[in-house]
């Protein structure tokens, strides 16, 4: 089955600086990617996410970058803001089934 | 639009009792739905997954079970709950292999 590694655990930016999350697929049969954002004691919210035909995607300050020979896929958070501070999971399925990512917690000081 | 329910959104459990947590879909047919769980601080684990009434997958062996009675509902229960259920349980659902929104979350403690 699908098994999904994230990295980095934890990362720590000043304001206005980008982060990037970083994550690794072993199905190569996988064809949708989401990533999710999960503030404290929330539901985790969907806030991008990519399909296998397509190698980037973007939405503003974030955007998401495919790379299916390396199977591997990237999160990029531009111009970071206070409120960007949370825990970010990114996922993978080419089924039925989610699997997901061990997180990322974000921290954005001012 | 769609919307998803879910409930209890807090439950305080002893150990040994039964757990049911219901959730449920609006404003869509045949949705795929799933239970997952997220231990705290941890990640999300995938428990049960169902593609349509009746029909359940489980992915981790446990005292959990899950059912679904109607199109658009689905149900995660326990006969005799462990200290090591408590976690934040979540259900979602999604059309078919993307778009996955999450329900709000039920907070179980087993003490």
């Known amino acids: 089955g699908e098994n999904v590694e994230q990295h980095p655990s934890t990362l720590s930016v000043q304001e206005g600086d980008s982060a990037v999350i970083k994550c690794t697929y072993s199905d190569s049969a996988s064809n949708y990617f989401p990533w999710y954002k999960q503030e404290l004691g929330k539901r985790p919210q969907l806030i991008i996410d990519?399909?296998?035909?397509?190698g980037e995607k973007k939405d503003q300050r974030i955007a998401v970058t495919l790379n299916k020979t390396a199977k591997h896929f990237s999160l990029h958070i531009t111009e970071t803001q206070p409120e960007d501070s949370a825990v970010y999971f990114c996922a993978a399925t080419n089924t039925d089934k989610l699997i997901f990512g061990t997180g990322t917690r974000l921290q954005v000081f001012p | 639009s769609q919307t998803i329910h879910q409930w209890p959104a807090t439950l305080v459990q002893p150990v040994g009792s039964p757990l049911s947590l219901e959730c449920t879909v609006e404003?869509?047919?045949?949705?795929?739905l799933y239970w997952y769980r997220q231990a705290a601080g941890r990640g999300l684990q995938l428990l049960f997954y169902s593609v349509g009434i009746g029909q359940i997958s489980s992915e981790v062996p446990q005292n959990l079970s899950a059912s679904r009675p109607q199109d658009r509902q689905f149900i995660l229960s326990s006969k005799k709950l462990l200290l090591s259920d408590s976690g934040f349980y979540l259900c979602?659902?999604?059309?078919?292999?993307?778009?996955?929104?999450f329900g709000s979350g039920t907070r179980l403690t087993v003490v």
């Open positions: 990519i399909r296998s035909n397509v």
């Open positions: 404003g869509t047919s045949n949705p795929n």
């Open positions: 979602a659902w999604s059309p078919r292999n993307y778009g996955y929104t």
